[in-house]
């Protein structure tokens, strides 16, 4: 299964549910979805797979005050790896 991107309204902003397997390559899209809707949250709960570089995506998206719902642990240690590692390189 590939990523699947889904809209829901809610009633403190629009939250993107994310499911699947997110790589690299679903990041424009993800992007796209992202600038059209604002949204104030991620729904990671069913997300099952990420790498490097969704990971780094995942931080940014934090650091721009989008929160990540549901996100799992490991997902959660590793952008606090890769912020750690990006602060002091």
């Known amino acids: 299964m590939t990523l699947k991107i889904e809209e829901l309204a809610g009633e403190h902003g629009t939250t993107l549910k994310l499911i699947g397997r997110m790589r690299a390559e ?10 059209a809707s604002a949204p104030s949250a991620l729904e990671m709960k069913e997300v099952t ?8 995506f995942l931080g ?30």
């Open 26 to 35: 679903h990041l424009d899209e993800l992007r796209r979805q992202i600038a």
């Open 60 to 89: 940014a998206c934090e650091s721009e005050g989008i929160h990540l719902e549901n996100c799992s642990a490991y997902i959660r240690e590793w952008i606090a790896m890769e912020k750690e590692s990006s602060s002091k390189g």
């Open 49 to 56: 797979l990420v790498d490097a570089e969704v990971v780094r």
